[in-house]
């Protein structure tokens, strides 16, 4: 008996999605635009702080050992210099290998032949877990027993902090606003189809169907009209974000620095589906019953 009520709702439903055939377009076109619309900022931030991320792991603390210590010493502080809470890696770098990369950065590289590596100190190049502790693991770091001096780039991580910040707050106050609008417009969309089933709804309540029997059919509606509409989203959102990104990465987008990369779209494939899905559900669902639940009071 269940599943006959079932089947008959399902078939209810998708009639009345043809019956009125240009308001379940136009619902499922807003569904569309609006989670697109959501979905571009998202992965606008996403992408955003990725790139922010790459600068920041790029940003080291070089840490000088002493003079006095040799090699041996020396290398035997890469375990107390990692033992520090927000050092992620320390890497040794002796003096030799110093003088090599400070050569290496110029053309001309006859005039330091006379250069002895003894002018370089060893030193460690740290990697840090969050650029917002610098100055703490610079305080600590320079605290070890055999560190002479620490160079860290506080300026620039301070810069690279106040621009995560607000790339953060701004994102979460877009999507946010972004979502409000999209629930307020779907949900209308839909309400202004059922308004057109006003009479039918009001016929069924006078020959004593109940509220369950009347409900049921346009639940199933939105609960189709939201699916279409996240799976439309869904492939639309794929193919601009992949034409978007070819063209950043070729330089097809005119002042886009070369530099730039974006986040593959299969890395955040499964979780937009899932929360495309549940927005077009949820609202589907919400916008249908709500729509009919003051002409059930006839």
Not at 11 to 28: K, L, P, Q
Not at 225 to 250: D, K, N, R
Not at 260 to 288: E, Q
Request: hydrophobic residues 50%; contains cysteine.
């Amino acid at each position: 008996m269940a599943s006959i009520k079932i089947g008959y709702y399902v078939r209810e439903g998708v009639s009345s999605i043809f019956t009125h055939g240009f308001m379940s377009f136009a619902s499922v076109f807003i569904i569309v635009a609006c989670l697109i619309i959501m979905g571009s900022f998202s992965l606008l931030a996403i992408n955003v702080n990725a790139i922010i991320g790459e600068f920041e792991d790029e940003n080291v603390i070089l840490a000088y050992v002493n003079e006095a210590l040799t090699i041996e010493q020396a290398r035997e502080l890469e375990r107390e210099i990692e033992s520090e809470p927000n050092v992620r890696s320390a890497t040794f770098v002796s003096r030799e290998e110093a003088m090599e990369t400070f050569i290496s950065k110029y053309d001309n590289k006859e005039r330091f032949e006379n250069i002895d590596a003894s002018v370089f100190r060893h030193r460690f190049t740290i990697y840090i877990d969050d650029i917002a502790d610098m100055a703490q693991t610079q305080t600590d770091v320079a605290s070890i027993p055999g560190i002479a001096k620490v160079n860290a780039n506080l300026l620039i991580a301070k810069g690279f902090i106040t621009i995560r910040n607000v790339v953060s707050g701004v994102s979460i106050v877009l999507v946010a606003v972004l979502l409000i609008i999209s629930l307020f417009i779907m949900s209308n969309t839909i309400k202004l189809a059922t308004f057109e089933r006003r009479e039918e709804i009001a016929i069924m309540k006078m020959v004593g169907a109940t509220n369950s029997f009347i409900r049921w059919p346009f639940v199933f509606e939105g609960f189709i009209l939201g699916l279409l509409g996240s799976l439309f989203a869904f492939i639309a959102q794929w193919g601009l974000y992949t034409a978007v990104s070819e063209a950043i990465v070729s330089g097809g987008i005119y002042g886009a620095p070369g530099f730039l990369n974006t986040i593959p779209f299969s890395r955040v494939a499964l979780p937009l589906f899932l929360v495309f899905v549940a927005i077009g559900f949820g609202v589907g669902i919400i916008g249908s019953n709500t729509a009919i639940q003051k002409y059930m009071k006839v």
